[in-house]
């Protein structure tokens, strides 16, 4: 399995909402990312987890959180977003950073 | 901040042609990375290529890499319709090294919007 997972691939959520976004890999890769990517602009880093450990925190507002159950889950927790929060989000993994990243196909996140 | 800059920003060919995207990086790299979008879903990794390399292939890609200029670019050759997407350059900087597995952040350029008309 070379793939990874995220589910939902659409969400639509209102300010009050608390949603998750969730990201599955079967590959043995040892670290996950998720990234942010705002319409026609390029992916930015928000969180880095390694070993289940949250490793890099690009001082992303509190309103997410991330949660990294075990190896092969990354979870996005949403609450009391912001319209400007829509985008769409990007999770990866990789085993040896030297040697690319694999991402999944991303949620598209609406906050109305 | 973004690390590279891509020229063209948008380009537009007919199915056959060449395609060739330029980035510019700001600061050393240890690899630089290309990959596809595909209507703003996510990423595939093309190809990567190390500071100490100056060109690889991957079947009809050919990347190119100046470090004295701080540039790489990607060819696509003979395109096809399917090649349609936005593309990325992105570095990639080492953050750690635990256990044996490092991990990195990728900084993206703005990208490169390829049309390719059949």
Sequence with gaps: DTEVTQTPKHLVMGMTNKKSLKCEQHMGHRAMYWYKQKAKKPPELMFVYSYEKLSINESVPSRFSPECPNSSLLNLHLHALQPEDSALYLCASSQVWDYGYTFGSGTRLTVV | ?118
């Excluded at chain 2, 537009?12 to 703003?40: D, F, H, P, V």
């Excluded at chain 2, 200029?69 to 090294?97: E, G, H, V």
Aim: charged share 20%.
């Design chain 2, 1 to 118: 901040s973004q690390q590279g800059e891509e020229d063209p920003q948008a380009l537009s060919i007919q199915e056959g042609e060449n395609a060739t995207m330029n980035c510019s990086y700001k600061t050393s790299i240890n690899n630089l990375q290309w990959y596809r979008q595909n209507s703003g879903r996510g990423l595939v990794h093309l190809i990567l290529i190390r500071s100490n390399e100056r060109e690889k292939h991957s079947g009809r890609l050919r990347v190119t890499l100046d470090t004295s200029k701080k540039s790489s670019s990607l060819l696509i050759t003979a395109s096809r319709a399917a090649d349609t997407a936005s593309y990325f350059c992105a570095t990639d900087s080492a953050l750690a090294n635990a256990g044996g597995t490092s991990y990195g952040k990728l900084t993206f350029g703005q990208g490169t919007i390829l049309t390719v008309h059949p």
